[in-house]
């Protein structure tokens, strides 16, 4: 099995937001930045896939030299190399343009599975693995909490996932290899790189890729601002049991909810 | 024209589906709007939507669509799209549309603007406000290029009641012509994992609790809350990760938005992926004993107290009438 994992270098959760002059997207230099989670889970499945299959786990991002620090990282945990599409202007890049940027490259490589997380922590599209899936022309399923490989790819090889739908239904859906799914998170328990895997990713390759040519944005960023609040919160005071009347009664004549 | 795409499951329609309608309403401006419902058998969601005040409502038949897949789904609206050459095609931004409506959008190799939670201006020139950094910033966006341009809108970012009703539009079949061949995908019959699931999209009121109910043995106190209210319990993200209660019922991150008539938050401090979830409730009530919490900024009515005090009254003063 040839796997592939899209990984996302996103900033950390603690990160306060600060921007730039013209408030059109982050001050960069103030960000500290980490693995977009739900790709750490999509790399966790694919390593406990080879583990299972045999063959190799490719990682594979956009960005500038920045995202080497989340590569690096997806190597010291076990993957075998990465392409990386390295490129300053892709920095903001939507999810069309990741996907564009990504696809020639991966399609040369032939994987027989792709995996990504199912949207990122930044931009939040939830769009890349499914354009990405349309570029490579092969099919797809989102939202993966759990993945079955049946045979062989190219001899009518194919992967049963179990899909999470909304209200708390699943589905398993069966489709042919070479496929791409999207990975939710808490599908498996991390593992974290040891000092062994540290040192042995310094030896592994790093492929420099490119940008394809032509590329465009899809959607322009016209501003970024801190959301506004929308409501007037009426604070009910008075003891327990003059709070609760009054807000029974607030709920029943005002609201009228109850 | 906009072209709304709803979403219905076993011809039942997903209520985020009106949702989407007012959103089209809102960004309309002189643009007529027409629903199409793709399935295999929809006439009665179609007829359910004629009532919506649109031009014209599209029953989307195949036996090929009976159940849904993404490859089924893109042939079938893509047709429809090329066909029709609508400004903006507006979907609901559930699961579902996550599956199809980016493949569709890069096979016509145009524009999706997701998870929009509101809407600057009306028709060609509008602009779509939506979150980015798990809501820390919004962003107001404007789609490149010639279009159709997709747009998907957050549930609970628009309200269903405000569509505005007229009329009975036109309800026609549209004539499909699908490759089953190219439907790579074979679900299997959808299934809930715990006995007593709960869709807690479809619930009216939530009363949801976090860290403050503090063990589960006290559990039973926001139960009575929400048998008191009529309410499903739902819980934040911790109380689920504790095993405490199911996940099914658990708001917000890789959880479940909702958007009810009553939303209770019983001792949850409002992290930002919990508040994503919730904030699109029409009224929410907010009981946490740090005055400081997120969740107040969201709340409609607040009460700075213990909960273990509040929540018995509240449940005395409910059981009085």
């Given at each position: 099995?040839?796997i ?10 603690e ?17 500290s ?13 694919a390593l ?23 590569i690096r ?24 343009l ?9 399609a ?5 599975l ?5 949207q990122?922590?930044?931009?939040g599209?939830?769009q890349?693995?499914v354009v990405?899936?349309e ?9 993966i909490m759990?993945?079955e490989?049946?045979?062989e790819s190219g ?9 999470e739908?909304?209200g ?8 042919p ?16 790189a ?5 040192m042995a ?5 790093i492929r ?7 590329l465009?944005?899809s ?11 929308a ?5 009910i005071?008075?003891?327990?049991g003059?709070?609760a009347r009054e807000?029974v009664?607030?709920?029943r ?6 | 024209?906009i072209l709304?795409?709803a ?5 039942r ?15 309309s ?5 027409t629903?199409?419902?793709?399935g295999?058998?929809?006439?009665g969601?179609a ?12 029953a ?6 009976a159940?849904?897949?993404?490859d089924?789904?893109?042939q079938a609206l ?13 979907l ?28 600057n ?13 798990q809501?820390?910033?919004?962003a107001?966006?404007?789609p ?14 628009y309200?269903a009641?405000?569509?505005q ?5 036109p ?15 074979r ?5 809930q ?15 949801a ?8 043995e006290?559990l039973?106190l926001?139960e ?6 009529g309410?499903?319990l739902?819980?934040?993200r911790p109380?689920c990760?504790?095993g405490?209660l199911?996940m ?12 009810p ?8 401090s409002g ?16 009981i ?8 107040f ?16 009254a509240?449940?005395?003063e409910?059981?009085k009438?």
């Amino acid at each position: 099995m040839k796997i592939a994992v899209c990984i996302k270098q996103v900033p950390t959760r603690e990160w306060q937001p600060r921007l730039t002059d013209d408030k059109t997207w982050i001050r960069e230099q103030d960000a500290s930045w980490e693995m977009n989670e739900p790709d750490a889970y999509a790399l966790e499945e694919a390593l406990r896939l080879r583990e299972k299959h045999g063959g190799e786990v490719v990682v594979c991002s956009v960005g500038p030299s920045r995202v080497q620090q989340v590569i690096r990282e997806a190597l010291a945990r076990g993957a075998d190399r990465a392409l990386h599409v390295e490129d300053n202007g892709l920095a903001n890049a939507d999810a069309f343009l990741v996907a564009d940027a990504l696809a020639p490259a991966m399609a040369e490589e032939r994987f027989d599975l792709v995996l990504t997380g199912l949207q990122s922590d930044d931009q939040g599209h939830a769009q890349m693995g499914v354009v990405l899936a349309e570029r490579l022309d092969i099919p797809h399923s989102t939202i993966i909490m759990d993945v079955e490989i049946i045979g062989e790819s190219g001899q009518g090889g194919r992967v049963r996932v179990k899909r999470e739908l909304e209200g708390g239904w699943f589905q398993w859906i069966t489709m042919p290899l070479p496929a791409l799914l999207t990975i939710q998170s808490g599908i498996n328990q991390l593992r974290y790189a040891t000092l062994k895997g540290i040192m042995a990713a310094k030896k592994k390759e790093i492929r420099k890729v490119a940008v394809p040519a032509g590329l465009r944005p899809s959607q322009q960023i016209l501003s970024l601002a801190l959301p506004t609040k929308a409501k007037q919160t009426q604070m009910i005071t008075g003891s327990a049991g003059e709070a609760a009347r009054e807000l029974v009664r607030r709920l029943r004549e005002e609201a009228r909810v109850l | 024209m906009i072209l709304v795409v709803a979403e219905q499951r076993d011809g039942r329609l997903n209520r985020a589906t009106w949702e989407t309608i007012a959103a089209a309403q809102s960004l309309s401006g002189s643009l007529p709007i027409t629903i199409v419902v793709p399935g295999a058998s929809v006439a009665g969601v179609a007829e359910e939507l004629a009532g919506a005040g649109v031009a014209e409502v599209l029953a989307a038949e195949h036996p090929a669509l009976a159940q849904y897949t993404p490859d089924g789904w893109t042939q079938a609206l893509q047709a429809i799209v090329e066909q029709r050459s609508p400004t903006f095609v507006l979907l609901p931004h559930t699961y579902q549309t996550r599956d199809f409506a980016p493949k569709l959008a890069a096979r016509l190799r145009t524009p999706l603007i997701t998870d929009v939670i509101a809407i600057n201006g009306s028709g060609a020139h509008a602009t779509f406000a939506r979150p980015m950094f798990q809501g820390k910033l919004v962003a107001d966006v404007r789609p490149q290029g010639d279009g159709p341009f997709f747009v998907s809108i957050q549930v609970g970012a628009y309200r269903a009641d405000a569509v505005q009703k007229s009329g009975t539009a036109p309800v026609s079949k549209v004539d499909l012509v699908i490759d089953e061949s190219a439907i790579r995908q074979r679900p299997e019959a959808p299934f809930q994992e715990a006995r007593h699931a709960v869709d807690l999209g479809q619930a009216e009121r939530i009363v949801a609790v976090g860290r403050g109910i503090k063990g589960q043995e006290h559990l039973p106190l926001a139960e009575k809350l929400a048998k008191a209210m009529g309410a499903e319990l739902a819980a934040s993200r911790p109380i689920c990760d504790s095993g405490w209660l199911p996940m099914e019922r658990q708001i917000g991150s890789s959880g479940q938005t909702v958007a009810p008539k009553l939303y209770v938050a019983l001792g949850i401090s409002g992290a930002i992926q919990h508040l994503v979830g919730m904030k699109g409730s029409r009224t929410i009530v907010a009981i946490n004993k740090d005055a400081e919490a997120p969740i107040f900024e969201v709340a409609d009515y607040g009460i700075v107290g213990d909960l273990f005090e509040l929540t018995p009254a509240i449940v005395a003063e409910l059981e009085k009438t």
